[in-house]
């Protein structure tokens, strides 16, 4: 996984929207749909709520985007 999809990925686990994602790695919000939409095929999920679970229970809580 890229380094922009495990930032994505770990905003959106705390909750984000891709919008505020963006907003919050300097992206526009169409940027912010790629990584998403990257990660949903590399995955096989359907959804960004899978991606939000599947970050939450494979990555140690620490501070920082991405971590």
């Not at 770990?10 to 984000?16: D, E, F, I, P, W």
Request: positive net charge; proline residues 6%.
């Amino acid at each position: 996984m890229s380094r922009r999809e495990r930032e994505v990925a770990a905003l959106g686990a705390k909750g984000m929207t891709n919008r505020q994602a963006a907003s919050v790695l300097g992206l526009s919000p169409r940027t912010a749909d790629a990584p998403v939409a990257s990660i949903l095929s590399k995955l096989g999920f359907s959804c960004r709520a899978q991606i939000a679970a599947w970050w939450a229970a494979t990555r140690p809580s620490s501070p920082g985007v991405g971590n």
